[in-house]
């Protein structure tokens, strides 16, 4: 039972307790002079030094025109343990182990946890009363076959023991930093601007999408109409400047960088993403043998987002936060399980995403993982080429440079506020990333690039043996234009340049392969379609953006395939959407839920405030 501030209980029938009537369950109070603490998932009488009891428990009911009693006839004493402590057995320590029962006869070794920005290992809190789960009822669950059959994969579960890497507990230790500083910032915001308007919603805006209205806050990225994406203040050109590159062959930085800068705020030193890599190695090349078959059963002619989706579905019975959730864990320490699940799904999707790939279009007889064999020696994007097939220096960063710039892009797009809003609910991160996923696999969002790739080979296709002119692509795009269609890579939501991502491919490609011959149709289109573009009124932005040149690369190095790409936008996509995640629990973000309204209501609404606007108006 939880324990509850004041307010108002309906419909409870799950507690015998409270099996009385609706009317008689209109309030329950409980008090105690102590601050009330959510203490989820945990039997309630472990907190008490004497059982609650029906008698004293029917005390609880608050009985119309009667006062309340005081306290002390509502709640035995509590006892002296200091649950909320962050060090306590649910957290995560390589010093001490702790034996705790999370089934009959089975025992998990677990360890008393350090605060992240400390060292020293205080009391802990041993739950000796019961030898099964806190929420599991022996007399109703005892059949219950699901439970059983999860019992028998826990082992597979990252974390389950408490094991902690060198690495990752340096990782925990600068992220609680950084949530700490963020709350500092967002404490003194509320106190200062409690009732400051940030952002005016219109009809249009309600009814047009919600463009450009504030609704989040999201910490990690930021889209500036004059600069392109930020992360965390930093541009495109000084991510790939200032982050380090795994080795000095290399031209581009590592992804995992990104990772690391997006929940530290710090960038990174090659030592430590050099750690990082092979935590992300380690986790990946544990993948179950049965993952593997659970793919193999998905029928080929699948779209392989949607294998990507039902897989990372199926994962979700590894997630950590899942299982410490239902043990019962301090609402302070969700972040640190959300954290251990993001590795693990960042490790296990690029392996998840190669096989997918492999027998889709290249063998569609292999079974049971054939040839995802990770090298420890490889970062996390050169992983990948070597799964799919490809050790080319000059493939690998490219992917380097294709995952860093598509990790993260504020979260008001589809798929970081789909990940974001079922965040919001506790559901573990990869059902988090299974539902960002899903956005991205629609046409007005993960599908642009694929779009983009088709109207250029399209323009190839009609080009044929005759020289590519100025004049061809004008007219080209003219009567594309006229049949109604927009031509996909071009414009953007906010951006009022070319895009800076955009920018960066084109760089690479005009690099390593100028006189590819989809490359120069790009660089044709980039000189005629804006011009084109600029003379419609209604077109904010004529300028390219990402989706215009990163098909383009994909297809050069022998990805022929546009039907995967969007999978290639997901793998860099777990980066971002992972960070939010785990900042947003660690910031402890209530569950998101905005105000709906009819379309009667929204008349009565603007007619009442049509006066008023009109009067700001003049």
Same mark, same amino acid.
């Given at each position: ?103 009959? %006869? ?14 020293? +290992?205080? $009391? ?10 806190? $929420? ?150 544990? +993948? ?144 988090? *990333? ?6 991205? %696999? ?12 088709? *109207? ?45 991502? *955009? ?31 600029? $003379? ?83």
């Amino acid at each position: 039972m939880r324990i509850i501030k004041m307010g108002r209980i309906r419909n409870i029938t799950c507690n015998n307790t409270f099996k009385k009537s609706k009317k008689n369950l209109d309030k329950i109070y409980i008090f105690s002079s102590s601050p009330i603490r959510q203490f989820h998932s945990k039997n309630q009488n472990d907190y008490f030094e004497t059982s609650i009891t029906n008698n004293n428990r029917n005390k609880l009911i608050h009985a119309k025109n009667k006062s309340l009693r005081s306290s002390s006839f509502c709640i035995p004493p509590i006892k002296n343990v200091n649950i909320m402590n962050t060090n306590n057995i649910y957290n995560f320590s390589s010093n001490t182990n702790i034996n705790i029962n999370t089934k009959p %006869s089975t025992n998990i070794n677990t360890n008393v946890n350090t605060n992240p920005s400390t060292n020293t +290992i205080t $009391n802990g809190y041993t739950n000796t009363n019961s030898n099964t789960n806190p $929420n599991t009822n022996p007399n109703t669950n005892e059949n219950n076959l699901y439970l059983k059959n999860y019992d028998s994969i826990k082992k597979y579960i990252n974390g389950i023991n408490n094991e902690e890497s060198v690495i990752m507990k340096l990782l925990k230790e600068k992220t609680y930093d950084c949530i700490q500083k963020t709350k500092e910032k967002l404490k003194s915001l509320v106190n200062t601007y409690p009732n400051t308007p940030v952002s005016v919603c219109t009809t249009t805006d309600i009814i047009g999408g919600l463009r450009n209205v504030i609704t989040l806050l999201t910490d990690t990225s930021y889209l500036e109409a004059g600069k392109g994406i930020l992360f965390r203040g930093k541009t495109v050109s000084q991510v790939i400047k200032e982050f380090p590159k795994w080795d000095d062959s290399c031209e581009y930085p590592v992804a995992e960088s990104m990772l690391w800068y997006l929940l530290t705020k710090e960038v990174p030193s090659i030592d430590d993403i050099k750690l990082l890599s092979k935590e992300l190695y380690y986790r990946g090349k544990e +993948i179950p043998s049965f993952v593997f078959e659970f793919i193999d059963n998905i029928p080929t002619y699948t779209h392989p987002m949607s294998q990507l989706i039902s897989t990372v579905s199926y994962l979700e019975s590894f997630s950590l936060f899942k299982l410490k959730y239902f043990e019962g864990i301090s609402k302070a320490d969700y972040w640190k399980y959300i954290l251990e699940d993001a590795i693990s799904l960042i490790a296990h999707i690029n392996v998840i995403a190669a096989y997918i790939y492999k027998r889709t279009f290249i063998n569609n007889n292999i079974k049971k993982g054939e040839g995802m064999n990770l090298d420890i020696n490889l970062d996390w994007s050169s992983n990948f080429a070597k799964l799919i097939g490809y050790d080319d220096k000059c493939i690998q960063d490219m992917l380097r440079l294709y995952f860093l710039l598509h990790s993260d892009h504020e979260g008001g797009n589809a798929s970081a506020h789909a990940s974001h809003l079922i965040g919001s609910t506790l559901a573990n991160p990869y059902l988090s *990333f299974a539902g960002c996923a899903i956005a991205l %696999s629609g046409p007005l969002h993960g599908l642009a690039n694929q779009e983009c790739l088709k *109207f250029l080979l399209n323009v190839k296709k009609h080009l044929g043996d005759s020289p590519l002119t100025y004049e061809f692509i004008e007219k080209y795009a003219k009567d594309f234009l006229s049949t109604g269609k927009v031509i996909p890579g071009y414009g953007h939501a906010v951006l009022r340049i070319p895009d800076p991502r *955009f920018v960066a491919f084109r760089d690479f490609a005009l690099n390593h392969f100028p006189n590819d011959p989809i490359v120069k149709i790009l660089e044709m289109c980039y000189k005629v379609i804006p011009q084109i573009l600029s $003379n419609n009124k209604k077109i904010k932005n004529p300028y390219p953006n990402v989706d215009c040149y990163s098909g383009a690369l994909l297809y050069h190095y022998g990805l022929k395939y546009p039907e995967y790409y969007t999978v290639m936008f997901a793998i860099s996509r777990s980066i971002g959407v992972m960070s939010q995640l785990v900042l947003n629990r660690g910031l402890m973000f209530p569950l998101e839920r905005p105000k709906s309204i009819d379309i009667n209501y929204l008349n009565s609404v603007c007619e009442q405030n049509d006066g008023k606007s009109e009067s700001v108006k003049k």
